[in-house]
Every structure is written in structure tokens, then in C-alpha cells.
């Protein structure tokens, strides 16, 4: 590879030693992950919270979401698999990753989004990268459905959660976590929709932990790559985790599937998790919990972030600090906790949310000096 020696390269590289790759898979990647693990600085002051709140902020990854993790080591294992074509089922997010590693894999990529529910920056992204867009007159999980059909019939590969590649390379977020922190955060706040990534993240957590993995922590810094966890950063203990849903779309908290699914919150708007049983074992097994927010105090913590911390995610991102204040707030997250969020997208990608809902002042004035002075003199005052 023409790189320079010291470059980062993605996760496959990073984590190779952890992840299911051998010297033959082709490694398809856009140099993903290594994302920043930002410090709450205003808000928990602000909210009279004591903890220290972190995000990670997945919204930074090439396709501006954490689906490239997972998308990395689909789309090498599907290429190593001889597979010539990707199809997904997608809110959004996905969409726009497969086809982006399917453009860079030369592979063709097929998406399946629910018509007119879709942001717009996704769509634009799955088609500038030159995927085929199927709409569909139904939602999510229709998708997920006729996606499944399909591949039955048709020469492609899946490249959902369902894929157990796809949880695998986003395993590798609770690597970096425990990497930054120099140990596991007490609590991980995430949002939920198909439930795929609260389960890899409690996979990633597992495997730095002696306890979980049968080993002593003395051989893993000792044995000098031998053995087979050699190179996962270690920690002593696993987070309590804990997922939150939209109101509007809270199967978990609700206890059964939900037959419409509905929110602001795009890349939420799931009724039938496909991750279910996971998702439960990893509340259960961690001591955690799901609850839900309504779509205004999605959109209000979105805004709270941007404002106050100068980081745009987008609104089904958000969702985690709202749960993550409010549980902080009643005492659920106990007081002088480590609390790490998971940021899952970027805001740019539904600009027209963003705009709608923004109240900062917008002065149209004369292209003149003076006019821009009183302007100014009069939002100062
Ligand atoms: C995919 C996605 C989610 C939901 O993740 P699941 O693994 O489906 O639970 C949340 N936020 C964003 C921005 C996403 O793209």
C-alpha cells in the first residue's frame, strides 16, 4: 500500500489481530474509526450534573457515520467471498456506506430506503457514489424484509447488522474507547434502532475484559502475541449500557415490535430490531436498560450539543445525552460516574432538520457598512 509508514489505516489494520481478516482477505477500507472521544465541558456545568459526560463521535468516520466499521469488514470479506454485488436494507446511514465501500471494493451496491422518509444528505451520498436506489412504499422493516427475500434469489450479499462481519468490525468503537480513557467508562448511553450496535459495543467491552475472556491480564501484556487477545486494549470492568429509542419507535420499551414506526429521528425509525435477542442479553448481562424520548427533546438536545459544545450530530445521535441527562438528573447513572455516549452520525446529513428547527437570528440587511454595523450593534446590545 502507498502509504506513508506512519499513516493510520483504518481498523482492519489497527485491529486486524482481533477481527475475522487473514493475509488473503482484500481489505477494503477508508481509513474508518480512530474517532475523537470529546469531553462535555458546558452541558453537564450547565445541567448542575456531576459526572464526567464524553462522546464519541462517530458522525467523524468517512461516510459520517458508524456504519463504515461495520461496512469495512462486510464489504472485504464479501469481496474475499467472490461476491460481486452488496445490497442493504437502510434508513439512511447504511445506504450511504455500502456505497461508498462498494465504489471503492469496484463493487455494485443495491439500497432499499423507505420513499420520502429518507435525509437528504444520505440520499445524495448513495447516489454520488453510484449505487442503484430502490424506494420502496413501506418503511424500514418492509425493507429489511424483501432484502432478505432477495437474497435468497438474487447473486448478492447482505450487508446489514445481520451480517455478523458488520458487528464485528464495529466492535472495535469499545477498543477505542478503553483506549482513550485507559480504562472501561461506568456507563455507554447509545441510540437503538435495529439494535446492532449496543451489541457489537458490549462485544468490544467483553473482549477487553479478563474476566470475560479467560485469560489473566498479566499474559495478555506478557506473551508477547501469542495470545489470541494480544493487541485489545484491557480493562478491569464492563459498562452498565444502556439504550434510548424515540418515542415513536420504541420496541424495546415497549416490550413487543411496533407495527409504524414513527420520528424525526430517521435513522431510529425501526419497529422490528433485527438484533433483538442481543440487544436484551446485552441489557441483561451489563445491568442496563432501555427508555425512550419524544421527538422534541430529541431535537432540543440536538440543538444543546451544537450550541453549547460546537458538535453537530444528528437528531437519533442525540438521543443518547438525553438519556444519559435525564438518568444522570433522577440518579439512575449514579452521581461522579464515567458516562460515554456514542454519537452515531453527523448533522449535515439532514440539513433540512437542522434548519427548520434552528432559532439563530438570520438579519438580511443592504450590502452596506453601515447596514452591517447596526446589525451587528444590535444583536451585541
Ligand atoms: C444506524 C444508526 C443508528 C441505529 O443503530 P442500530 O445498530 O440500528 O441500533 C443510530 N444512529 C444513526 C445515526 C445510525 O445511522
Known sequence: ??????AYRGLLDRYRRRLPVSDSTPIVNLYEGNTPLLHLENIPRDAGIDAEIWVKFEGLNPTGSFKD???????????????RAIICASTGNTSASAAAYAARAGMQAFVLIPDGKIAVGKLAQAMMHGATVIKIGGNFDDGMRLVRETAEEAPVTIVNSINPYRLQGQKTVAFEVVEAL????????????NAGNISAHWIGYSECCPEERNCITEACNFCGGDCPYAGTPLADSRPVM?????????????GHPVEK????????????????????????????????????????????????????????????????????KSGRIAAGSTVVCTLTGHGLKDSDIAIAQSSAPVITVRAERNAVRDAIMGALA
Open 69 to 83: 466499521r461495520g461496512m469495512t469488514m462486510a464489504v472485504s470479506r464479501a469481496l474475499e467471498e467472490g461476491s
Open 1 to 6: 500500500m502507498p502509504d506513508a509508514p506512519r
Open 182 to 193: 485507559g480504562r472501561a467508562p461506568d456507563y455507554h448511553c447509545l441510540p437503538v434502532g
Open 242 to 254: 444502556v439504550g434510548y429509542q424515540a418515542r415513536g419507535a420504541a420496541p424495546f420499551v415497549e
Open 261 to 328: 414506526p414513527d420520528t424525526v429521528a430517521t435513522a431510529i425509525r425501526i419497529g422490528n430490531p433485527q438484533s433483538w435477542d442481543l440487544a436484551l442479553a446485552t441489557a441483561r448481562e451489563s445491568g442496563g436498560w432501555f427508555d425512550a424520548f419524544d421527538d422534541d427533546a430529541i431535537l432540543a438536545t440536538q440543538k444543546l450539543l451544537a450550541e453549547r459544545e460546537g458538535i453537530f450530530c444528528e437528531p437519533a445521535s442525540a438521543v443518547a445525552v438525553s438519556g444519559a441527562i435525564k438518568d444522570l
